[in-house]
Nanobody, 116 residues
Framework: QVQLVESGGGLVQAGGSLRLSCLAS????????MAWYRQAPGKQRLFVAW????????GYADSVKGRFIISRDNAKNTVYLQMNSLKPEDTAVYYC?????????WGQGTQVTVSS
């Protein structure tokens, strides 16, 4: 069983930056593929970025490519999402997901609000 706790959300002005963190416990973190998703009010949860277990491979949604960077520190059991040049449309609850084999685990989410 994997537990995930996100942090780092908040209120920021358009053009600003935030760094989200997701601390994992349980399981073997270095074996997990990690990802970030987000869900805006009244909308479905959407993929944002993913990172391979060793951190060598990453992928991004087109909407955040060039602005967001996903990274991980396996020694700290933590995955990060550096968000730059934030836009009001980035406002959402951001969720961390761990994939272990065929199982997915989710955190509780952290709110990011970008004001115009």
């Amino acid at each position: 069983q994997v537990q995930l706790v996100e942090s780092g959300g908040g209120l920021v002005q358009a053009g600003g930056s935030l760094r989200l963190s997701c601390l994992a416990s349980g399981g073997i973190f270095s074996r997990n593929v990690m990802a970030w998703y987000r869900q805006a009010p009244g909308k479905q949860r959407l993929f944002v970025a993913w990172i391979s277990s060793d951190g060598r491979n990453t992928g991004y949604a087109d909407s955040v490519k060039g602005r967001f960077i996903i990274s991980r520190d396996n020694a700290k059991n933590t995955v990060y999402l550096q968000m730059n040049s934030l836009k009001p449309e980035d406002t959402a609850v951001y969720y961390c997901r761990a994939t272990v084999g065929t199982d997915n685990y989710w955190g509780q989410g952290t709110q990011v609000t970008v004001s115009s």
